[in-house]
């Protein structure tokens, strides 16, 4: 693979603005000034229980902020919750666990959105990969999302190149930012049911690739639906940027991935973060501060949820 110098993209992502609407770093620094050294090991200890947590965690704060915002709306029990691209959602009981204790060191200070984004950073840099420094200040919903609003709001995963820039620009972020985002595919896992069709339809995959695949996911739908394949097939628990250079060989395991890299307008930013960590990690961290950054409840909006998983009564 032929890698270009990345400084140019290196300078830019120091450059790009990250506004932060009301939010700080420092927003607990006198409230609670242990909540972040709690989430910490909260996460660390969930991640040396199971590595795959980490990517759980992170993929809850996404389902979180692209629906209704970054309000913890995707922990309340209900609608949101048992909407279908939520199913599969985990990691929920890591969260209250973190909660409780939060809430034993500092009593309704620290709130529940604020919690999911400060584990999604920690559970990256658990597995290996960036840190950032995460804009706080978030406020919780008083209720949740309803499944239609869950559909509508999260790209599915048959999505063209063209429909994800859209759903993306529709949250304020860039074809940049949707590169770098799903990158987060480094880690974790998915189900058959998600990648079957490109197994079998898609032309833009590497045959020994699908073949591998296609063992423990057969074409009859209904069958071996559940059954989980890594995400990034090389370092499947390592967040680094191999799900860019697995994406230039046509290994990427779900339609939406390759089609970031299938002869279209964001080619050369996904070939830069294959030839570059650096590169990845420094956009990724840009975007991550963006998208936890969509409509959050702030000043006296919402409130300081004592549970997680339901409004306070
Ligand atoms: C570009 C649009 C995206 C699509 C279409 C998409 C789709 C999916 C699908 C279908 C799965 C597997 C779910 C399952 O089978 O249970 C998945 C898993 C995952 N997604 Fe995405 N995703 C996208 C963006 C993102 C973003 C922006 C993040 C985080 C920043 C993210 C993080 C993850 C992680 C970490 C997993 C693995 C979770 C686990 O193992 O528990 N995804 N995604």
């Not at 890698?3 to 409230?31: E, I, K, N, P, R």
């Not at 199913?87 to 973190?98: A, E, K, P, T």
């Not at 930012?177 to 833009?204: K, M």
């Amino acid at each position: 693979m032929a890698c270009a110098s990345s400084l140019g993209l290196l300078m830019l992502a120091a450059v790009v603005s990250t506004a932060t609407a009301q939010l700080s770093a420092t927003f607990y620094d006198t409230s609670c000034p242990s909540a972040m050294s709690i989430i910490k090991s909260g996460v660390t200890a969930a991640v040396n229980n199971e590595r795959r947590m980490g990517a759980s965690l992170l993929r809850l704060h996404f389902h979180d902020c692209f629906v209704q915002g970054c309000d913890a709306s995707v922990l309340l029990a209900g609608n949101e919750r048992n909407a279908g691209p939520n199913l599969s959602l985990r990691g929920f009981g890591v969260i209250d666990s973190i909660k409780t204790q939060v809430e034993a060191a500092c009593k309704q200070t620290v709130s529940c959105a604020d919690i999911l984004a400060v584990a999604a950073r920690d559970s990256v840099v658990a597995l290996g990969g960036p840190s950032w420094s995460v804009p706080l200040g978030r406020r919780d919903s008083l209720g949740a999302a309803t499944a239609t609003q869950v559909i509508n709001s999260l790209p599915p995963s048959t999505d063209s190149l063209a429909q994800l820039i859209s759903a993306y620009a529709s949250k304020g972020l860039s074809a940049t930012d949707l590169v770098a985002l799903s990158g987060a595919h480094t880690i974790g896992v998915a189900r058959c049911r998600g990648f079957r069709t490109r197994l079998y339809n898609d032309t833009n995959i590497n045959s020994a690739f699908a073949t591998a695949l296609q063992a423990n996911c057969p074409r009859a739908t209904g069958s071996g639906d559940g059954n989980l394949a890594p995400l990034d097939t090389t370092t499947p628990s390592a967040f680094d940027n191999a799900y860019f250079t697995n994406l230039l060989s046509q290994k990427g395991l779900l339609h939406s991935d390759q089609e970031l890299f299938n002869g279209g307008s964001t080619d050369s930013t996904g070939r830069s973060f294959a030839c570059s960590a650096a590169a990845f990690g420094s956009a990724f961290a840009t975007a991550m501060v963006k998208m936890g950054n969509i409509a959050p409840l702030t000043g006296t909006q919402g409130q300081i949820r004592l549970s997680c998983s339901a409004a306070n009564s």
